[in-house]
């Protein structure tokens, strides 16, 4: 199988979603260098990241395919993941696509795994940014609309 990883909410300065990313492109290129059985031997990753993320040190197993932006882009990032991710991944061959930043493209073909850190910006919109709480609400419902697994 082929994992598509989206990974282009790593940005600086890393927040509580920067470090769980990382944490989780770690993890699974620890499996893949400690042959762990969880991990078929002819399973691979697709990780989409920005121009100049900073990626932790990745097994060949890995391809890691670059924007043309930076994350810290916002607007960009957000239309990108709507409208080209998907495609991106699709065309590299990937049999799934793991969303682990709250947002999935709102038409995939391919299976998506969401993951959901918090719904803080639901349950506390007043201690969030006007423009994250505007992005989630019109996002985050479509994603989990999409999402096979949460």
């Known amino acids: 199988m082929r994992f598509a990883i989206d990974a282009l909410s790593l940005r600086q300065p890393h927040t509580g979603v920067q470090k769980a990313l990382t944490g989780l492109l770690s993890g699974f290129a620890a499996l ?7 991990i078929a031997a002819d399973d691979s990753f697709v990780v989409l990241a920005g121009r100049k993320a900073e990626l932790p040190s990745l097994p060949d197993r890995f391809t890691v395919l670059r924007t043309f932006f ?23 061959g990937a049999d799934m696509l793991h969303s682990p930043a709250y947002v999935a493209p709102r038409f995939a073909y391919l299976p998506v795994v969401l993951t ?18 505007a992005h989630f609400r019109n996002i985050v419902p479509g994603s989990v609309k999409i999402a096979r697994r949460i």
């Open 116 to 133: 959901m850190h918090d719904t803080f910006v639901f349950d506390f919109p007043d201690l969030c940014s006007r423009a994250n709480v």
């Open 70 to 92: 930076r994350a810290e882009n916002r607007l960009v990032r957000a239309v990108y993941q709507q409208f080209r991710l998907h495609g991106r991944v699709f065309g590299a």
């Open 32 to 38: 893949v260098r400690d042959e762990d059985p969880s």
